[in-house]
């Protein structure tokens, strides 16, 4: 039986597998489909994120959602130093406090 991943997969794993001796199918994807994928690829790395059941997987976890957030924000050509300092503007809106809204 076939496995289908329909997935994005970090540039080295093609190499990885044909050199375990398996096949894999690989596509390029166009600007816009690539975005999509991304933005996919950030719920799935935030929700192993969020099951991550210790601090080391928490660590190898965010630096996945990094990776991504790092993709994106070069695939809209956004500048990193825009978003670090609009970051920054924000501190008065952080989560120190960890105020929950219940009601």
């Given at each position: 039986?076939?496995?289908?991943?329909?997935k994005?997969?970090r540039?080295?794993?093609?190499?990885?597998?044909t050199?375990?001796?398996?096949?894999?199918?690989i596509?390029?994807?166009d600007?816009?489909?690539?975005?999509?994928t991304?933005?996919?690829?950030?719920?799935?790395e935030?929700?192993?994120?969020r099951?991550a059941?210790s601090?080391?997987?928490?660590?190898l976890?965010?630096?996945?959602?990094l990776e991504?957030?790092?993709?994106?924000?070069?695939?809209?050509?956004?500048?990193?130093?825009?978003i670090?300092?609009?970051k920054?503007q924000n501190?008065?809106e952080?989560?120190?406090?960890?105020s929950?809204w219940?009601m």
């Open positions: 039986m076939k496995i289908v991943y329909n994005l997969v540039d080295r794993i093609p190499e990885m597998i050199k375990d001796g398996k096949t894999c199918q596509c390029s994807l600007e816009t489909a690539y975005r999509k991304l933005k996919q690829k950030l719920l799935e935030v929700n192993e994120l099951d059941p601090k080391e997987a928490m660590i976890e965010m630096a996945d959602v991504v957030l790092e993709a994106l924000q070069k695939s809209y050509g956004l500048d990193l130093n825009e670090l300092s609009t920054r501190r008065m952080s989560l120190k406090r960890r929950f219940n």
